[in-house]
């Protein structure tokens, strides 16, 4: 990965698309017109299945469902399994400072639904807090593809399968058009295929929607992914006061915001997305932590001090 001055001609050469789904914007690129068409509709396809499987917010999603029969083992589709293995691989490799087993929390917090419908209600009083139940708990059988959580545990996939989405639609774009795409799922970015002379160039910054020229910094990424946590891009009103959706599973509240944001970049997006997630949820314990990875980060810190770690290209850090 390089910092970069990606020359607008040749941005201006790559044909985007975008759709609104699971409460984000997605964007795909590629570099040749003719498969936009194709590689947006296969974006679509693949953001529609995540959400049936993975969705919190609608009442007819196979994790909702999941949730209606806790306590005894379910057998699930392919994908929402496919989901669960990762959130829990993620949980596991981040010494469960991401967790899939923080529904209740986050819902408590006031975040039961998408983050407009959210926005738009009054604030409610908060709710009792307290330690999730872990990852631990989420029982995989791989062989008869079931799955068992105990009762009244609530799962939130949001974590990991956003950034899986991002994977899984970037490798079959690129498989299916036969030239390199980069795809972005609410700033989750993952880059298949062969990139464009000079790789692909992607904006840094707190908000997904930020215009590259706007962007903190530009860097270019070849191949595998890269993404950013933020304490302020989703956040919302909540007794009183300001929370945001990185849970702390010791705690069941959002996480104190030492890190504003957090951008890492590695070898699949969910590899890069474990290590910002965690990073915030880890706080003053995270540069430490990251010395024995080998993702490639960038922390900003809540007095503004840049640091980057693992090779990310200088920008004014220490």
């Known amino acids: 990965m390089t910092a970069t001055r990606y020359p607008l001609e040749e941005q201006d050469r790559l044909t985007v698309r975008s759709v609104r789904a699971i409460g984000t914007t997605a964007t795909v690129v590629v570099q040749d017109p003719s498969t936009a068409d194709a590689a947006e ?29 806790s306590g005894r083992p379910v057998r699930v589709n392919a994908l929402l399994f496919t989901a669960l293995e990762v959130a829990v691989a993620v949980a596991e490799r981040t010494g469960g400072a991401v967790d899939p087993t923080v529904g209740n929390a986050i819902a408590a917090l006031g975040y039961d639904r998408d983050l407009d419908d959210v926005h738009a209600r009054p604030p409610a009083p908060p709710r009792a807090l307290g330690a999730v139940a872990g990852f631990a708990h989420v029982q995989l059988n791989a062989r008869q593809r079931t799955v068992r959580i105990p009762r009244w545990v609530r ?44 790789g692909w160039a992607v904006g840094i910054a707190v908000a997904s929607s930020t215009a590259p020229e706007q962007a903190d910094q530009v860097v ?28 702390d599973p010791r705690t069941g509240d959002c996480v ?8 890492a970049a590695g070898a699949s997006c969910v590899a890069a997305n474990a290590v910002t997630t965690a990073a915030v949820v880890w706080g003053e314990e995270a540069l430490d932590r990251l010395a024995t990875w080998p993702e490639a980060v960038r922390l900003v810190r809540h007095d503004g001090r840049i640091i980057v770690r693992n090779g990310w290209p200088e920008d004014g850090a220490s």
């Open 41 to 69: 509709r296969i974006l679509v396809d693949e953001l529609d299945a995540i959400d049936r499987a993975c969705s919190r917010f609608r009442d007819d999603s196979e994790l909702q469902r999941l949730h209606a029969d």
């Open 155 to 198: 799962l939130d996939l949001g974590s990991t399968a956003k950034a899986l989405v991002a994977d899984r639609a970037a490798a079959r774009i690129a498989e299916v058009v036969g030239w390199g795409v980069l795809v972005s799922v609410g700033g989750d970015v993952a880059a298949a295929g062969p990139p464009p002379d000079g």
């Open 220 to 247: 270019a990424i070849r191949q595998g992914g890269l993404a950013s946590s933020s304490t302020t891009a989703r956040a919302w009103l909540s007794g009183g006061r300001t929370v945001h959706h990185i849970i």
């Open 256 to 263: 104190a915001p030492y890190w504003s944001l957090v951008s």
